[in-house]
């Protein structure tokens, strides 16, 4: 069974809205988009770099897979596997037939938690699948279904040591209790926490001894 991943930069807060720039997402009112740029160092982009590298699939919103639609396609020596992987894109109201779609290879449009449980089990190079795991990025509205039905494997996420008071957030309500496992951890040089989780079950309870 292929992992889903969801790779997100947030703030001390959780604040994962519109880290690249200021136009990506100016809902809600939000005034700090491009949040993340007086953190970037050597660490921080090899960090992203490595994942960047790494053969998935992509599992997307439809709003970011409009802004991704519009830009990676004509910038793919920066990073070709989002090109050549299979970008599955969630949405009940996108056609499969929209030139958005059509336009940017190996796309697809999936509709419901069903189909994205039948992505989980299609084994790498089996209808049109192409990575060992399945990625997600920015995404918020979908991030909070699969958190909500228990289908994320794993977290990879970059802390910065910011709060941003407002703005969508990574976890929000309806989230399970979950238990998750550090395997992996840096602190980079501007103070960013970049961490790695992997799903462990349940919440397990108990006395606090002092």
Partial sequence: MRKIVVLSMISLDG?????GGPK???????????????????EYDKAV???????????????????????????GDIWPG??????????????????????????VVIRNVADIKKLKNLPAG?????????QVWGSSKL????????LVDELKLKIHPITLGKGKKLFQNG???????????????SGVIIASYKRAGKVKTGNLAV
């Fill in 24 to 42: 990506e997402d100016k809902s809600g009112g939000f005034k700090y988009g491009g949040w993340v740029a007086p953190y970037s160092d050597e």
């Fill in 82 to 107: 989002i090109n050549e992987g299979a970008k599955y894109v969630f949405s009940k109201r996108m056609k499969k037939s929209s030139t958005m779609v059509t336009g940017w290879k190996n796309s």
């Fill in 175 to 189: 989230t399970i209790p979950a238990a998750f496992t550090l395997t992996e951890s840096i602190v980079t040089s």
């Fill in 49 to 75: 770099q490595k994942e960047l590298a790494h053969p998935s699939d992509y599992l997307l919103g439809r709003k970011t897979f409009e802004l991704w639609a519009n830009y990676w396609p004509k910038h």
């Fill in 15 to 19: 604040v994962l809205q519109a880290p």
């Fill in 126 to 134: 089996k209808e049109g699948s192409k990575g060992s795991d399945i």
């Fill in 143 to 150: 991030i909070q279904l699969l958190l909500k039905n228990d």
